[in-house]
């Protein structure tokens, strides 16, 4: 896996802590080298379970930022069950990619810029071969389900609620 993407061990944790806080979400620190809990993917990637986002020193924030994604867009129904798998279908996962997006404006020392540089890096697929691209230029469908379920405004920007 690439080791030049942010890291969590890279940034100050109160902003993200509090960003996360406005989704009702909780932040863990799971200790290095131990396994995440609720983490799909294993390693150092993200884990989700109920309303708790875990991650290690040496998770990516593009993965804290997609599995935070993923609780937010998901319907109150899968976050009451939610234990790592969250479950989306593709509709969903675009608009999950979309936000992470826009919540790395967020965070200091992150950014829209680097989010994409990251997320290219990590090995994420678009139709039109780059996320910046995609975010740009092919992105509509995911748009169009974030505004269509209240969780961006008019302007783009998150509204920082849950789906309900």
């Known amino acids: 896996m690439p080791t030049d993407v942010v890291r969590l061990q890279n940034i100050d944790t109160a902003p993200l802590?509090?960003?996360?806080?406005?989704?009702?979400?909780?932040?863990?620190?799971?200790?290095?080298?131990?396994?995440?809990?609720?983490?799909?993917?294993?390693?150092?990637?993200?884990g989700l379970v109920a309303n708790r986002l875990y991650a290690r020193v040496d998770t990516p924030l593009h993965s804290i930022l997609h599995e935070s994604s993923h609780f937010i867009c998901m319907d109150s129904a899968r976050r009451r069950h939610l234990d790592t798998?969250?479950?989306?279908?593709?509709?969903?996962?675009?608009?999950?990619?979309?936000?992470?997006?826009?919540?790395?404006?967020?965070?200091?020392?992150?950014?829209?810029?680097?989010?994409?540089?990251?997320?290219?890096?990590?090995?994420?697929?678009?139709?039109?071969?780059?996320?910046?691209?995609w975010f740009e230029q092919d992105a509509a469908d995911a748009l169009s389900w974030l505004s269509g379920h209240g969780l961006i405004d008019d302007r783009q920007r998150p509204r920082y609620r849950l789906r309900t």
Not at 17 to 46: C, H, K, Q, T, V
Not at 89 to 112: F, H, K, S, T
Request: hydrophobic residues 40%; charged residues 25%; proline residues 5%.
């Open 17 to 46: 802590a509090e960003l996360l806080a406005r989704f009702d979400l909780n932040f863990s620190l799971s200790p290095a080298g131990e396994p995440i809990p609720g983490s799909y993917w294993g390693a150092e990637e993200a």
């Open 85 to 133: 798998d969250a479950g989306s279908d593709e509709a969903e996962e675009n608009a999950v990619c979309y936000l992470q997006i826009l919540l790395a404006d967020d965070l200091p020392g992150l950014g829209r810029e680097r989010m994409f540089a990251d997320m290219d890096s990590w090995g994420y697929s678009f139709r039109l071969g780059c996320s910046r691209t």
